[in-house]
């Protein structure tokens, strides 16, 4: 292994480690949502339907491949212990990802630099620690192992790099069905960059490439076929707002979030960038950063719109900026090795002032990534779920549903604890009840913070009797007026400070699975083929290993 690389896994372990073990991800957006997955397969590994958010939704909506994972490794000990460690595998091997992808662009030295920036990369950061986005990251680590294949297979026609090129595009549809955005754009740049650096000819590469499509496209439908089964019966929802669609330069707070935080000091990198990619040998990872830049400046341009029509408006665009900070790690493996050059004219200590600066800066800027919750909250201050737990536990009160207003995304983590069901959920792509479709509104909870305002819910709330919705959990005091007016009425506040509010117009539930969520054969394909895949990944993985070995 490289000695860089091994740095960089180093470096990666010691700035990552400790913001895992102080379970800096409590403060995410989307960590328990992704918990709540996980705990969904740990209870039942074969039921696709989740009786507990949206009056029940189908988890075949969200490939399972990392919830399963966790799940499987929480029967060890329990669900949130088994996502730290699994998110923290993942951010360990990620310079592993980087190194390859990079080196399919630049040289060893250079892979072996843009692999050390990666494990201070603030955007990686950003999505671990403010985002709690794992599946993203864990698709985009196996996305750059199957470029670094899909290079070696377009160079050289091995058979084994194609397979393992092949199934890990299976894996990365596994894990994050979201990553499948970018591939297109990264398989183009890849075989772009073997033909203008004549490894290659167009018409062997051509052959090449549309084996290795082929065979990707039929992989990533059967490995999570439930999935693509389930997307073509859904139609558009209402948008919801997001920052990252927000145009930069008119809205700042978009920048503060979706910018600033991903690029970090690599802002001062991309003019050099650009004027290296004009050359012919850099030209197709320039053109593949510049696609993912603006794509990742969200409304900013109209190109998201170009490129997707109506579809725009449901994409976030942090996930692109993420890709576009990833693209620039090879040319910063560059600039160090210009920087090297250049000052090793005089004496090895000037080098390594230059390096250290450089570390420091990039890791100055990823701990201010992680700040970001902190600096500038983005949830409520974290709450005692157990009197709420306690509450929904006596008598009878878990047959009915429930509903908290103003507790952010700790809402997803009152789920993990009780049997209890709501109306409201943390994945809207699921939601299926018309009222939250069309509402323009993410969660309920939140409904505050939205642009819409409290006042947004009314539609909700009118049916929110005959969706068997009883209980309220108050911890924000501006929703109390709006409960009152659908008449609601106060019952008590528990010892964490909530309020507990009635609706004493519920009805009992009477939901019952739709005849599809028992589906025997999409049960067992959506239980055992994601895990499969990863399985004849490793086998392909090593095999190519020995190979390359003996």
Known sequence: MDRRLRLAIGLALIGHWPLVAAARYRLSY????????ADHYRRDWWALWEPRWYTGFTVVSYPPLVH?????????????????????????????GVYAFAHVFVG??????????????PSIYLSAYTFGQLPTLAGLLAALWGLAALARYLRDGRPLDSALAVMLMAVVAAAHHGTLLFLPWDVIAVAVHQTLTGRVAWSRLLVRLVIFGLASIVAVLIV???????????????????LSRHNFLLDPSASVMFFWPVYGPLVLLMPWAVRVAIRRKRAALGALFAVMFVLGLGGTTPLPRWLYGGQWAWLTY????????????????????VVQRSLRRWEDRPWLIARGIALITMGASSVAAVMVPTIRPTQPKPLDMQ????????????????????????????SLLTNATTMDGSYHTAR????????????????????????????ILDRASERGVRWGFVNLSAYIPMLARHGWRYLTTLTNGVEIWENPSAMLPQDDPPANATEHLASISWGVLPLAALGVTGALAWLRTRWRND
Do not use: C, K
């Open 224 to 242: 999570i076929w439930p999935f693509w089964q389930w997307g073509l019966g859904q139609t558009m929802q209402t948008p919801i707002d997001h």
């Open 318 to 337: 942090d996930r692109f900026a993420l890709w576009a900070s990833v693209a620039l790690l090879p040319f910063a493996g560059l600039v160090v090795l």
């Open 68 to 96: 399963q994972l966790i799940a499987a490794l929480a029967s060890l000990v329990g669900i949130e212990v088994a996502w730290a460690v699994v998110l923290l595998g993942v951010l360990i091997a990620l310079p592993t």
């Open 30 to 37: 989307d960590a328990y949502v992704h918990m709540f997955f």
């Open 108 to 121: 060893r030295r250079a892979a072996g630099y843009a692999a050390i920036a990666s494990a201070v990369l």
């Open 387 to 414: 009197p709420i737990v306690a509450f929904l536990a006596q008598d009878d009160r878990s047959q009915w549903r429930y509903l908290t207003f103003g507790f952010g995304d700790q809402m997803a983590r009152l």
């Open 432 to 459: 299926q009840l018309p009222e939250l479709r069309t509402s323009g509104i993410g969660q309920i909870d939140a409904a505050y913070w939205s642009p819409l305002g409290v006042d947004g819910l009314d539609p």
